[in-house]
């Protein structure tokens, strides 16, 4: 029985190890300055071990941890594979950081130690003094320094509660959190993956899995890595989403299984379709968040089914849902059905449960004796909060989501996106899905801002595309408000539009809820804020 992510690695690398584990496609390769091509199990195998030596020579072991600054490279599998190896944790480190962030997260999880791109180096070691932390730096070829500390847990066997990762959250309404992930977390994520069955067969050795999603983020880490590790086949990670050249990418790996983030349908979608839109060996889409009116497009024109699933960083897959079973209710962002394995609850916010069709917080917990089994270990440093996410014996994911009679799960938004005007509640990313159909808008994203009459109103920041004509921004507004009340409940459309030059997102490109929240509140009354309330009216 695999007890680490190291043992599942080790177990398909001897099962295979002439296959192909690991595909970098000429885009890839070169946006990174590497070779296209392959790396077999077994080349990967003698590069994890070596380097599992270097680290061990170095007195480097368990309950230490390691930050990683290596994107998507191959440099990133290898490095986490050796130290899980000794029983380190890694701690992923998103390229896009910078200092305060940086400073931040060096800080909290004190790593004394980072692999990075040598160009950011310097980088690491600023934070890492301003921090007040002993650190080193070094680049994924390097000799290993010497450890300034000895291993925490020196004492205790390496096995399936011991941390293999600490993810940040994005933080997108407060400071980043760090979820402790043991290897029992990850191997789940892996075993589940591969006995999806139904309309998401995983077949052993043989799928080439493609990904452009960061391996600093639990997707990739998690569920693309780990299926191959668990399953055997190939893994094609990509250095990032190309909407130009993703099908040409997906056509030279010979990817039979994609993953993907709601952007991405839509990016591919604006391309002019072509004939050879269905020329790739793609069987089906793993993903979140494919925006309604893209689901059933998508799939017509590209030939494979965008299979919606839901999960977090805390939950993995202990609690994963996913829509791999008919019907699956294309276009309504549904997610599929609970199995047995999960227990679901949606309240109010009076903790009541929510009847079907009505929208209530999503609560989770593992099914049999231990409702926490699989889930994250925690929030590092931070009992109140991880006592608080699991109030009641129940993990409160923060979502807002509706069942049917069927039992059919659909996400609505995230609660604290939910605008209440006049009673109402009413979905930011609704409305944006809407907003983003009008032809002068380029991207939208909507937040509350407060209201003498109603509590709240429904602001929306536009970005428009850069062919329309911005000379009378009002008419503009009153078109989009217009498209807003022909498709929404009046109460949903904007009472205000903000023209902006860019949404305020963070490093991963989710909007930054928190400080676009901030923004509503002064919004109002500047220039570039047009008072659209008065086209608000009930109709009939």
């Not at 965008?306 to 849902?321: H, S």
């Not at 709240?456 to 078109?479: F, H, K, N, T, Y």
């Not at 009340?485 to 904007?494: D, G, N, S, W």
Request: charged share 20%; glycine share 8%.
């Amino acid at each position: 029985m695999n007890a680490t992510v190291h043992d599942a690695f080790s177990a398909s690398a001897r099962r295979t190890p002439q296959a192909e584990f690991l595909f970098t496609e000429s885009v890839t390769a070169a946006a990174y300055g590497i070779e296209p091509g392959a790396i077999s199990w077994g080349e990967a195998a003698a590069a994890v071990e070596r380097l599992k030596l270097a680290y061990a020579t170095a007195g480097y072991g368990h309950g230490h941890r390691v930050g990683l600054l290596l994107e998507n490279r191959p440099a990133f599998l290898f490095h986490w594979f050796a130290l899980n190896a000794l029983g380190v944790s890694v701690v992923p480190i998103n390229a896009e950081m910078r200092a305060a962030e940086l400073s931040y997260l060096i800080g909290h999880s004190e790593i004394g130690l980072a692999v990075t791109l040598p160009h950011r180096a310097d980088d690491l070691r600023a934070a890492a003094e301003t921090a007040g932390i002993a650190f080193e730096a070094m680049g994924p070829d390097d000799a290993v320094p010497p450890s300034k500390t000895t291993p925490p847990r020196a004492a205790e066997p390496i096995g399936l509660a011991t941390e293999c990762a600490l993810l940040y959250t994005s933080g997108t309404t407060g400071r980043p959190k760090g979820c402790m992930l043991s290897n029992e977390y990850f191997l789940r994520a892996g075993q589940w993956y591969a006995e999806l069955g139904d309309l998401c067969p995983v077949r052993p050795d043989a799928e080439r899995i493609i990904t452009p999603l960061p391996l600093n983020h639990v997707n990739a880490m998690a569920f693309s890595t780990m299926v191959v590790l668990v399953a055997g086949g190939c893994l094609v990670q990509l250095d990032r989403f190309h909407p130009k050249s993703w099908l040409q990418s997906a056509r030279e790996s010979g990817a039979t299984i994609a993953h993907y983030l709601g952007v991405m349908p839509a990016m591919l979608l604006s391309a002019p379709a072509a004939a050879s839109d269905r020329e790739h060996a793609i069987r089906w889409g793993f993903g979140a968040g494919v925006d309604r009116k893209n689901h059933a497009p998508f799939e017509s024109r590209f030939g494979f089914p965008l299979v919606e699933a839901w999960a977090m960083t805390e939950t993995g897959a202990a609690a994963c849902v996913m829509a791999n079973h008919e019907p699956r209710h294309v276009g309504t962002s549904c997610f599929g059905r609970r199995e047995a394995f999960v227990e679901i609850r949606l309240v109010d916010d009076e903790g009541r449960d929510a009847a079907d069709g009505t929208p209530g917080e999503l609560l989770v917990r593992s099914s049999g004796a231990d409702p926490k089994r699989y889930f994250f270990s925690g929030y590092l440093k931070d009992e109140d909060a991880t006592r608080e996410a699991w109030a009641s014996g129940w993990f409160h994911t923060g979502d807002m989501v509706r069942r049917d009679a069927e039992g059919n799960y659909y996400f609505v938004d995230r609660k604290k996106n939910v605008i209440r005007r006049s009673g109402e509640n009413i979905s930011a990313v609704e409305v944006e899905s809407v907003l983003n159909q009008h032809p002068a808008v380029k991207t939208s994203a909507v937040a509350a801002t407060p209201d003498a009459v109603r509590g709240d109103e429904v602001l929306a920041c536009i970005v428009m595309r850069d062919d329309v004509d911005a000379s009378s921004p009002s008419q503009v507004a009153a078109s989009i408000v217009e498209h807003a009340l022909a498709q929404l409940a009046y109460y949903k459309a904007p009472g205000y539009i903000a023209f902006v030059d860019a949404l305020p997102l963070t490093a991963s490109q989710k909007i930054q809820r928190g400080q676009l929240r901030e923004l509503a509140q002064a919004l109002p009354g500047q220039a570039h804020c047009i008072d659209t309330r008065s086209m608000k009216k009930r109709q009939g």
